[in-house]
């Protein structure tokens, strides 16, 4: 998803560029008969297309090109970057205006779109996950699904599972999805996960069975969601394996680890 996500904003900045010089020099030959403002309306129309495909980026480069174009071909003196008449400079100020809040627009309502299928897609991640431990999947099985899935969701370099009671406890992702370095609290939203190896604990009745250990991505962004998420993963894999295992007993080879 976020492979595509790049890809997709990418491909939006290259078009912010090559769009609105496309737009106004196929505006050129009727720029005698057709108004500076319908012109512009014309290029804000581009504007909205790159910015509700892209990121606020390239609705910024889109703003910027369509201005720079209309001065260029649209307005007299033509093919010059200059513009000599008052309501063509206040049809460029207002089609950059416009531009920029149209592109605030835009970015903000992709985000609240965004964000809603993210929570969705999360609730059923977590809800897949669960049902395949009511269901009495095999602890194994649990395992390996949760370590996929926290490959995709945390950016991982590697993950693998590693059952018992730690001898030597790591970085540890919290319950409330805080990563603590020594005393201090590690900034994830703006630098990324350590790039250091942390763990993901699993438990089940008060007795900690296992971990994840995970090794992130150096200065790949991970919300606070995501982190929450994974936390809840983990913490579903603990009555996979508890239930197979009467109260206090020994857990260290109930599961093998799983190479990352």
């Known amino acids: 998803m976020d492979g595509i996500r790049r890809h997709r904003d990418a491909a939006a900045n290259v078009a912010a560029l090559a769009l609105p010089l496309g737009v106004a020099a196929i505006l050129v030959p009727f720029r005698s008969s057709f108004a500076d403002p319908a012109s512009a309306l014309v290029l804000v129309a581009v504007v909205v297309a790159v ?3 892209g990121n606020r980026t390239a609705g910024f ?19 010059r970057f200059a513009i000599t008449h008052r309501p063509d400079v206040e049809t460029a100020v207002s089609l950059f205006v416009v531009g920029i809040v149209v592109t605030e627009l835009a970015v903000r309502n992709r985000h609240h779109h965004e964000a809603a299928t ?3 897609e999360y609730v059923g991640l977590i809800y ?16 390996e699904r949760v370590r996929i899935e926290l490959m995709d969701l945390l950016h991982l370099r590697a993950c693998h599972y590693e059952p ?10 919290e319950d409330d999805g805080h990563v603590i370095l020594g005393s201090a609290l590690w900034g994830v939203d703006d630098m990324g996960l350590p790039g250091q190896e942390l763990e993901l604990l699993v438990k089940s009745r008060g007795q900690t069975l296992g971990r994840f250990v995970v090794k992130p991505t150096p200065g790949f962004p991970v ?10 993963m983990a913490n579903q894999v603990g ?4 239930q197979r295992l009467p109260f206090g007993a020994p857990v260290r080879r109930l599961v093998p680890p799983t190479a990352g």
Request: cysteine-free; overall charge negative; glycine content about 4%.
């Open 239 to 242: 009555p996979a394996i508890g």
């Open 223 to 232: 919300s606070l969601r995501r982190r929450l998420v994974a936390v809840t």
């Open 61 to 79: 480069l889109a703003t910027i090109s369509t201005t720079v174009w209309f001065d260029f071909f649209l307005t007299r003196p033509y093919q």
């Open 118 to 120: 993210e929570e969705s």
């Open 164 to 173: 018992g009671n730690p001898e030597h406890p790591r970085r540890r992702i």
């Open 51 to 53: 910015a509700a495909v």
């Open 128 to 143: 897949e996950v669960s049902e395949l431990a009511a269901l009495g999947t095999s602890a194994e099985e649990v395992i």
